[in-house]
């Protein structure tokens, strides 16, 4: 078997990878919905790949994955991974999770980080009603996660709330000492939330990137009576090209608060020092951004030798990498907890994508499917109308 193209298309907000084969089997990739723009980066590798043997990831893999870097710029790599071992699982007869070495569980835990309505920062009651409708979701999440500080709008709509010029360009750009005011206001709002979830379910906070040493020390502490699953990304993470293991070294020890941290890393290299400095307490790759199923896996597996969880990230993946996050996530060791629940953006994505349970989430938990591959395919025909002029050969 031969790779014969290598198609992508922007639909809706995500790109998706098309791998086609000289014996007529193709594999679907997603990448997140912030990296829409970035369609001339996943045909940089077409040339690469075409004529290789897509059920050879690996070897496919070795000619791509040292060409990526941290997030965005590994979402490409991510994606054409993902779409191999739908070629594998289809020519194998398969479902993917048995090339990664079999499941270990039956259905896997997910939580919500992506369902949200809008919302303002300015109260801790509008976090407490966000809450409230969070928890009555049919879905039965048995974790939240709840962006607080320079993770959302907190830090625009509290006056005086950091020690620091405000940027709100996007992509979480602020970054500086909190005030006073602005540690108090994040810690009432904190306490709100747990005021509606209780101990019934749990609450992850995304933090950052942006928080000072010492203050992220002062938040873990001063929560640590809360019982919070986490806090992430307070120093480093989103679209931060880098970890700095030491500073999270002066932070993780010193608190009985589980620390995170993740999202951004390119690769296993890269986690190298994270793990082996036992600098956070739980890792959250992102499948799609972390270069792909199989690097999510031996990163979890590195992490569980060295006592640290695995919460993968997943916000924007897609109902295509939802289907890849089942698949590795029923092979993870015992330190996986949860991965974050990517929804269909816009709505009809439920309409154009075959193949997943419905409901999809039941108690927070999603049954493993058994069909050859990835276990979903793309309706030609409900697609074909929300292909963008430019993408209109997507399924030649």
């Not at 979480?172 to 306490?191: F, Q, S, V, W, Y």
């Not at 929560?223 to 700095?244: A, C, K, Q, R, S």
């Not at 996986?336 to 075959?354: C, K």
Request: charged fraction near 25%; hydrophobic fraction near 40%.
């Amino acid at each position: 078997m031969k790779i014969t193209d290598l198609k992508v298309a922007v639909i809706g907000q995500n790109p998706v990878v098309r791998i086609k084969t000289d014996e007529g089997i193709e594999g679907l990739g997603q990448a997140e919905n912030a990296k829409q723009d970035l369609k001339w980066h996943f045909l940089y590798y077409k040339d690469l790949i075409l004529g290789m043997d897509p059920t050879d990831v690996e070897r496919v893999m070795l000619k791509i994955r040292r060409l990526g870097s941290f997030k965005p710029w590994g979402s490409a790599v991510s994606a054409i991974e993902m779409a191999l071992w739908d070629v594998a699982g289809k020519a194998a007869g398969v479902p993917v999770y048995k090339l990664l070495g079999g499941k270990v569980r039956d259905r896997v835990l997910t939580y919500n980080g992506s369902i949200r309505r809008s919302m303002s920062d300015s109260q801790p009651e509008d976090y407490a009603e966000e809450m409230r409708w969070m928890k009555a979701r049919p879905e039965g999440f048995s974790i939240i996660k709840q962006g607080i500080a320079f993770h959302g709008s907190m830090v625009r709509e509290v006056p005086g709330y950091f020690y620091g010029e405000l940027d709100s360009s996007g992509r979480h750009p602020n970054r500086g000492l909190i005030t006073e005011r602005g540690m108090k206001h994040t810690i009432a709002c904190i306490e709100a939330m747990k005021d509606v979830l209780g101990d019934e379910v749990g609450l992850a906070l995304d933090c950052g990137p942006g928080f000072t040493v010492k203050d992220a020390l002062k938040l873990a502490k001063a929560v640590e009576h809360l019982n919070i699953m986490w806090l992430e990304d307070m120093i480093t993470g989103d679209y931060n090209p880098y970890v700095l293991a030491d500073l999270y070294r002066e932070v993780t020890p010193y608190t009985t608060t589980p620390i995170h941290t993740g999202e951004q890393i390119y690769l296993r290299q890269n986690y190298m020092d994270l793990i082996e400095k036992r600098a956070v307490d739980i890792v959250g790759p992102d499948l799609a951004d972390v270069g792909g199923l199989a690097e999510l896996k031996w990163i979890a597996e590195y992490a569980d030798l060295h006592g640290i969880m695995i919460a993968p990230h997943g916000t924007g993946d897609g109902l295509i990498g939802l289907a890849a996050q089942v698949h590795v996530a029923a092979t993870l060791p015992a330190n996986y907890i949860g991965f974050e629940y990517p929804t269909g953006n816009p709505s009809w994505w439920y309409d154009i994508v075959d193949g997943l349970p419905d409901p999809i989430v039941k108690d927070s938990f999603i049954d493993v499917w058994d069909t050859p591959g990835l276990g979903v395919t793309l309706n030609r025909e409900a697609t074909t109308p929300h292909l963008r002029p430019e993408d209109a050969d997507f399924f030649d």
